[in-house]
């Protein structure tokens, strides 16, 4: 039977009550545990802390970016399908100077292309690097429509209708934080109202952009 680490003791007792009940004790295999974005728990949708599959090459680049450059060497020896001596190398580049950056470029490009294709993972590198380095926004902003049932609405209501967040309650968070700008400018106002008739461009975090026109 295959299982992670994790389920080493349940599989170890599968065995036993195989042999209990006159059977042959399965083979057991255990395959590591891949550490998500915080470095400490098991990548999981239901804590927030894992890359998506299907999520957009942006997104994903931004997400691996993140990680810490231990976690970088872990996320290497388990995702990519670089050869150990190439990893080995390309940690002998680190100690001898190369910026981890670098480094953790790579990867992110090589698990963008692998869900995607090589050219979007160059176009979210290109946007990355326009966007945290260059303080840019990106050029392929998602740009849709929205229709309001009256003349305005409360912000954290449009960014939760618009997929910017996943509820109400952290839209309002996320403005408290200062995590929220339209055009630019930072909302900071829980109440703010956003009026129909208009186009803007909206910034949830440092990796949610969408031109939203009411």
């Not at 388990?78 to 190369?98: C, N």
């Not at 303080?135 to 954290?156: R, T, V, W, Y």
């Amino acid at each position: 039977e295959l299982g992670g680490t994790d389920q080493k003791f349940n599989l170890l007792v599968g065995r036993e009550l195989q042999r209990a009940n006159g059977q042959e004790p399965q083979v057991v295999i255990t395959v590591p545990i891949l550490e998500g974005l915080d470095g400490v728990n098991k990548m999981s949708k239901s804590l927030d802390n894992y890359v998506g599959i299907d999520e957009s090459p942006n997104e994903m680049f931004g997400k691996i970016m993140s990680i810490s450059d231990e976690l970088m060497w872990r996320w290497f020896e388990l995702l990519s399908f670089r050869s150990i001596d190439e990893i080995k190398t390309l940690k002998a580049d680190q100690a001898q100077g190369k910026n981890p950056r670098d480094i953790k470029i790579d990867l992110a490009k090589e698990l963008i292309a692998r869900f995607h294709d090589e050219q979007s993972a160059n176009l979210a590198e290109e946007n990355f690097i326009n966007q945290f380095q260059k303080k840019n926004i990106p050029d392929n902003i998602e740009e849709i429509s929205f229709s309001m049932s009256g003349d305005s609405m409360p912000l954290a209501n449009l960014l939760k209708e618009c997929g910017m967040t996943s509820s109400t309650s952290e839209a309002m968070r996320m403005i408290e934080q200062g995590a929220v700008r339209i055009d630019e400018k930072k909302i900071i106002d829980t109440k703010h109202i956003v009026s129909s008739n208009t186009s803007a461009i909206y910034q949830v975090g440092k990796r949610k952009f969408k031109k939203i026109t009411l």
